[in-house]
């Protein structure tokens, strides 16, 4: 597509809008040396900044955001990590003077306040999980992950099970489930998904046995499905003397329907900066709670908020006194500032609002999965209902047009929409991984379905439109066009230079 450079929306590095002497700030006498730094740590000549006025910092900054795609801009459909609107409540009260002011070594009597809300939180999520008992200290999801697997790895060698060196994995798993098993020191068993999305039960039975540590299950399954025969499953598991373990990256779609401690899980990590507040999907920051049952308790990570002796307030908990637990997994109390969001969530929504969510979610799916159905897409397990995700693939297009999920996935960028995660799970020839959250309008819904079904028809009638997209997308540093994914990954180019005239 012709480009014309007169309208060219490219954004400048801020240094080739600067003038030499040209400045946005004045510096006060003395603030450059106030006689505290020695002498030989300053510096000899002046930084590299951009010589530019404030108002140039406001617009440049501001045209910058508006290139980017975010979840307060369009709508974004990423399936597998819930980028969905969060209330900005949950962060204006969360970042309230008195919760960011505290000192983490403040004595426990300066803090009751915040760690009442921790301890609460531990409690909704408990509830939240069905389960016997929370700890709150790991800072990601992934982190939760390898709390969950390292406590059932615990157990079983407190038992003298020494032999229990499997952990189970379903092919549609996340990658980070066999990752935390290898990282625990178990050997992972794969276990195939029948085509309807279940687990195949008969293949379960063969692998379970006297090697078998656990089962690590995320339900809804990253097919977008619920795994009808949890219940079974899940007495196999525990007949074979293994522990299941719930992967709680598909929370969103069952909060107050159904609770994985119900279903028999015995360890579970939630992503409460996705689940419940705090966008996620930039690597960060994030807290990723563990929640067991009863058999665990004693192995959760510390420190955790219990009530003191006398019930009148509350304390830490630490290793000195929890024996068996896995021990510290993060600085202090972990991110404190992610689980406070949480709270404000769960406060703000309450359980009917909690299930809500979960309604919503789900009846958003079903709705969009519905809507491209009808405009010729072909959806993987057509006959089941979707979660608050389904899986359209694009196998056919692919073979009879030349244009892949890649293709659809940055076409979209040009109809205004964040693309949905493509190629996961691997399972799926073709894939995209749709999940519209609950939070969207059926208007933006439509929308949606409206442009993946346009580029369905581009993609017919004219494929290299679409296999050369995006078009209107600027590129830094190469105006408009498709990036060399593989080479801005493998070798970004993310710094400017310039020479000074004094150097």
Known sequence: MKRDERFDSRPAVIFEEGRQGRGGVVWREGVNNPGIIPDRFLRSRPPLLPEVSELQVVRHFTRLSQHNFSVDTQFYP??????????RVCHT???????????????????????????????????????????????????GEFAGVAMIRAYHLDRGDHERSEMLVPDAAHGTNPATAAMCGLTVREIPTLSEGDIDIAALKK?????TAGLMLT?????????RKIREIADLVHQAGGLLYYDGANLNAITGRVRPGDMGFDAVHVNVHKTFATPHGGGGPGAGPVAVSARLLDYLPVPRVVRNEQGTGYRWLDSDEALRSIGRLSAFAGNIGILLRAYVYIRLLGGRGMRRVA?????NANYLKARL????????????????????????ESEEWGVSALDFAKRLLDYGFYAPTIYFPMLVPECLLIEPTETETKE???????????IRREAQTDPELVKGAPHHVPVPGGGLGRLDDTRAARKPDLIWRRTLDHE
């Open 78 to 87: 990423l399936g597998s990590c819930t980028m969905k609107y969060n209330p």
């Open 93 to 143: 009260l969360s970042m309230l003077p008195e919760f960011l002011e505290r000192h983490p070594l403040a004595p426990e009597a300066q803090g009751q306040g915040v760690m009442q809300c921790l301890f609460e939180l531990g409690e909704y999520l408990r509830e939240i999980t069905g389960t016997a008992g929370v700890s709150l200290t790991p800072m990601a999801g992934a982190q």
């Open 207 to 211: 692998v379970l046995g006297p090697k």
């Open 219 to 227: 339900n809804p399954s990253t097919l977008g499905v619920f795994e």
């Open 359 to 363: 309604d919503f979610s789900t009846l």
């Open 373 to 396: 159905q009808e405009g010729g897409f072909r959806i993987a397990c057509p006959e089941r209902r979707a979660t608050h995700e389904f899986i359209v693939t694009l196998k056919r």
């Open 444 to 454: 933006e819904l439509d929308r949606f379905a409206e442009a993946l079904v346009a």
